[in-house]
């Protein structure tokens, strides 16, 4: 029985408690600043019920087979408190965050070896704690080695899909093309759809072709048709639907600007490239982020 602890319940953490309590051979418990007593995650499947095993303290931790960490980038150090307390020799750490700096933000707690990068696709909101709405099937990408493969296999096989690359920097850098347009969403206050105006798919347009440049520089085969490959994906989201950063907008809370655009400008300047568009965009979101952190 493979014993696992996840670290961060929110949306996507969540989701996949939900769906790893299904599974009669995990031994889950949950890491979180707050407890609670039910999760529930209304899936595209039903609606899952559990009552899971929620620990708040790392010093109440005992060590696991796996670790997963599914916290917004920026909270990687208060994560890394718990990997200590939650390893043996033998812990495996898998990584379910966005940007493109999954090893790179782990690195100092943990050696390469152990760590599994994971991109995924899980468009899923938390109403509250222990609520999530989760809108369509789960996606993971990992690369292509037998720890992912046993990661893999820690999920049941419906609503899920976990594909085994061999090229995960590109893989994660289309995740990304994706995930820095979405900063039009939250600069407008709009769900993903707003797109349909084309004034707004032209400004993520300009977004997603910067955020390829960067892709190519850092050696990510990225084709420029996934451009509007993106902009139609956008256009025909559910009504309503928010990404991430919009939701974190809505609900006050502190944005991942750093890891979605952030990480273009930086990147950029280290192969010197000009990202002004990504640029204006971290610019404006961090202002934002403060306007609301003092309200």
């Known amino acids: 029985m493979p014993q696992i602890a996840l670290i961060g319940p929110g949306a996507i953490g969540g989701t996949l408690a939900g769906w790893l309590e299904t599974k009669a051979d995990n031994d889950l418990v949950i890491c979180s600043r707050n407890s609670f007593e039910t999760l529930v995650v209304d899936s595209p499947f039903g ?4 009552s899971p095993k929620v620990i708040t303290d790392p010093a109440t931790a005992s060590p696991v087979d796996w670790i997963l960490i ?3 980038t920026y909270q990687i150090e208060d994560a890394a408190d718990w990997i200590l307390p939650l390893s043996h020799a033998d812990t495996r750490v898998a990584v379910i965050q ?3 700096e999954h090893l790179a933000n782990l690195s100092p707690y943990v050696s390469a070896d152990r760590i599994v990068p994971v991109i995924i696709d899980c468009p899923a909101e938390r109403r509250e704690p ?3 709405l989760q809108r369509r099937p789960v996606l ?3 690369p292509n080695t037998s720890s ?3 990661f893999a296999s820690l999920f049941p096989a419906e609503g899920f899909e976990t594909r085994l690359t061999d090229d995960w920097n590109t893989a994660a850098w289309k995740k990304l093309c994706i995930n820095s347009g979405g900063a039009v969403s939250a600069l407008l206050n709009q769900p993903a759809n707003v797109v349909r105006e084309e004034n707004a798919a032209n400004i993520m347009r300009i977004l997603t072709r910067e955020c390829i440049a960067v892709a190519r520089a850092e050696g990510a085969q990225i084709e420029d048709s996934i451009v509007e490959e993106i902009i139609a994906g956008q256009a025909s989201a559910t ?3 928010m990404n991430s950063i919009h939701a974190d907008l809505v609900f006050k809370r502190p944005m991942e600007w750093d ?3 952030g990480v273009i400008v930086r990147l950029g300047k280290k192969h010197g490239l000009a990202t002004p568009f990504n640029e204006m965009a971290v610019f404006l979101l961090k202002a934002l982020e403060v306007s609301y952190a003092k309200s």
């Open 130 to 132: 222990g609520k999530i």
């Open 47 to 50: 609606s899952l019920t559990s």
């Open 70 to 72: 599914s916290t917004k």
């Open 140 to 142: 993971m990408t990992v």
């Open 98 to 100: 966005n940007g493109v």
């Open 148 to 150: 992912s493969s046993t």
């Open 239 to 241: 009504e309503g639907a």
């Open 259 to 261: 890891a979605r655009n």
